[in-house]
């Protein structure tokens, strides 16, 4: 148990610094007004996002409809955006972003090893650009990081971004499962996170608090 947790501790540290803001990066990045992704160097120069560079495929949508757990009686805030995550206080604990800067609020599963967090900033991105946006930034970190499935989905009357990536850090292997959302209040990135060999044991935790995503 105490080799578990000291390896967890190690992950979590590790994952906090793939920072997965929207605008800072290994070169910060930003968003034109016609939508196009342009890098901006420290040196005041900048240039288009390559194509090669992007992530440019047909994003399916699910035929499901998503809604919040019966169970999740609680409404997590966000100060940033106008938006609330349900949840179930007795499975999940929370408090606000310490590890990483760029968050908003750090959850974690009681009784388990899954974690998360909420990041919001205070603009509007489109979904397609936003996805481009967290897995480049991602990648810059993790340089095998995949996209391993993407769909968008109706949460609660709203549409969002699902995606599960992949990726190795320092030898660790881990799993981002999240969902992704953006309107005139704001874009959130609401990211729930462990090991990529117990992604299949807490796959219906992550859906359970992702699905709890509300306006307010």
Do not use: H
């Amino acid at each position: 148990m105490y080799l578990k947790n000291i390896i967890m501790k190690k992950i979590i540290s590790i994952i906090f610094l793939v920072v997965f803001t929207l605008s800072a990066s290994a070169q910060e990045k930003a968003i034109t007004e016609t939508g196009e992704v342009i890098i901006l160097y420290k040196d005041g120069t900048w240039k288009y996002q390559d194509k090669e560079d992007s992530v440019k495929t047909v994003i399916p949508v699910s035929k499901k409809i998503f809604k919040k757990d019966n169970k999740s009686s609680f409404l997590l805030k966000s100060k940033n955006v106008g938006l609330g995550f349900w949840l179930n206080p007795k499975k999940w604990s929370f408090k606000k972003a310490t590890e990483n800067p760029q968050a908003e609020y750090e959850i974690r599963l009681k009784k388990g090893d899954l974690y998360g967090m909420l990041i919001t900033e205070k603009f509007e991105i489109p979904l397609e650009n936003l996805k481009t946006i967290a897995y480049d930034n991602g990648k810059s970190f993790s340089p095998d990081l995949k996209i391993i499935k993407e769909e968008y989905r109706i949460v609660n009357g709203l549409k969002v971004l699902f995606m599960q990536m992949n990726g190795t850090i320092q030898g660790i292997k881990f799993s981002y499962y999240g969902y992704y959302y953006s309107n005139k209040s704001g874009t959130v990135q609401f990211i729930t996170y462990t090991s990529q060999n117990l992604l299949d044991s807490y796959q219906k935790d992550c859906e359970e608090i992702l699905n709890g995503i509300v306006e307010l």
